[in-house]
């Protein structure tokens, strides 16, 4: 069979998703390949990810190089290859176009939806959408939405273009205003966040030898990009309670050895802490919620997201229906993430839809901390290292195992009496685990 070159393109990773950051090649060209080898590393604003190449051969040419962004659909290497590449379908012929026909896609000349400046969730947009417009032009304030309560879609974004209507031309877009009095005011939200301070390096005889630069890899830049939209968006507040977990503590040395021995895996207290935080939200539901502009979302699921780090970055894949697992559960969730996440196996579905977000800073001795919120989430909670101290328990002083839990948490759905309350109830459930607590 003759050897054709064949093009491998960026795939939709999911459908928000609209371009990837290429973090390092696998293959260099010259080297071979088989069908579904993992040829380079993608990065997206969620998780990293292998690229399988589509066809078996030799790589020939690399058109993208590391750290460069790629649109879906635009190729990012040259294959040579004998195997037999399934043509694509043919397209139909199409008919004689009548002498009035529109020269115009449909999509183009297709009636705009209904412009609805009061339609509750058109003006929450997601990043895909923020993107398109900003880089075409668009004024999304000016857009009608199609979906679910007015909220603008990607494709109303593309179809406003495909329309020319973009720059000076979109107030050609825009349908007659109503009365300005009778339409009502939309929530105030920033068009861009604020620009970073330029940072003037001095390269001059002063600083030679003195100091290094590390380049900023992208997954350091995401996780840059999402904390600053995270501390942009969401007023932060804060607060702490003190846990004695003597009893926790005491019940965990009891038992760890029989688990290692039985699970295969070590006892931690993160499974308990989970447990806690799982059975207070149950009883707060609103703390396993989103903020929506005009409504705040309270999920039914209860998905923990888990903070977990590597050398050089955080994640935070996703335990989902946590409440429906038993302690042993949980810990068997909590082990194989963790492992995945450090052996950069984690696939973008391990990291969609938390709803809540537990971090063991306590891990590196911290003793408080504030954490900053995962966004859209409403809240995160942080377990401290777990320090022995002399803590007065009637009118007597004893020695007792004491931990902090740090909860930030959204100021716009959250209030200090809900958030004391979860806090509380976190706290009784962490004290309540003794000698009678079931792991299974």
């Known amino acids: 069979m003759a050897k054709q070159i064949v093009e491998i393109v960026m795939p939709q990773l999911a459908e928000s998703l609209v371009n990837a950051t290429i973090d390092r090649w696998l293959k260099q060209p010259g080297d071979m390949i088989d069908m579904y080898e993992p040829i380079c590393e993608l990065i997206t604003d969620k998780v990293n990810a292998e690229l399988p190449s589509t066809v078996r051969g030799k790589l020939v040419k690399i058109l993208a190089g590391a750290g460069e962004v790629v649109d879906v659909g635009a190729p990012i290497c040259l294959v040579e290859t004998e195997q037999e590449i399934a043509a694509p379908a043919p397209q139909e012929e199409a008919p004689a176009p009548a002498a009035a026909a529109p020269s115009r896609p449909a999509a183009a000349v297709a009636a705009p939806a209904a412009f609805d400046p009061s339609a509750p969730m058109r003006a929450r947009y997601s990043p895909a959408v923020q993107r398109l417009a900003a880089e075409n032009g668009v004024d999304l304030t000016r857009v009608a939405g199609t979906g679910i309560g007015g909220r603008i879609t990607r494709k109303d974004v593309e179809t406003a273009i495909q329309s020319?209507?973009?720059?000076?031309?979109?107030?050609?877009?825009?349908?007659?205003?109503?009365t300005p009095a009778a339409t009502p005011a939309l929530p105030a939200r920033p068009a861009e966040p604020p620009r970073l301070p330029v940072v003037e390096v001095d390269e001059g005889q002063a600083a030679s030898g003195r100091e290094y630069a590390i380049d900023v890899t992208p997954i350091r830049n995401t996780i840059a990009k999402n904390m600053r939209q995270s501390v942009n968006e969401i007023p932060h507040a804060w607060t702490m309670v003190e846990v004695d977990l003597t009893n926790l503590v005491q019940l965990r040395a009891k038992l760890k050895d029989d688990f290692k021995k039985n699970e295969g895996i070590n006892l931690t207290f993160m499974p308990f802490l989970l447990k806690a935080v799982v059975g207070a939200i149950k009883e707060y539901p609103l703390m396993n919620s989103v903020w929506a502009v005009d409504k705040i979302i309270v999920k039914r699921d209860i998905n923990l997201?888990?903070?977990?780090?590597?050398?050089?970055?955080?994640?935070t894949p996703v335990i989902r229906n946590a409440d429906q697992k038993t302690i042993t559960g949980l810990a068997h969730e909590i082990n194989e993430l963790a492992r995945k996440t450090r052996e950069g196996k984690l696939k973008l579905s391990d990291m969609q839809g938390g709803t809540f977000t537990v971090n063991n800073t306590g891990t590196f001795g911290s003793v408080l901390s504030y954490p900053i919120i995962n966004y859209p989430q409403a809240a995160i909670m942080t377990l401290e290292a777990i320090v022995k101290r002399p803590v007065v328990i009637g009118d007597m002083i004893g020695i007792r195992s004491m931990v902090n839990l740090c909860l930030s948490f959204d100021h716009r759905i959250l209030d200090g009496i809900i958030c004391g309350r979860f806090h509380q109830k976190v706290k009784e459930i962490l004290e309540g685990f003794g000698p009678d607590t079931k792991l299974y």
């Open 164 to 178: 020319g209507l973009t720059g000076q031309t979109q107030a050609a877009y825009t349908p007659a205003p109503a």
């Open 305 to 315: 997201s888990l903070a977990v780090g590597t050398e050089d970055s955080v994640l």
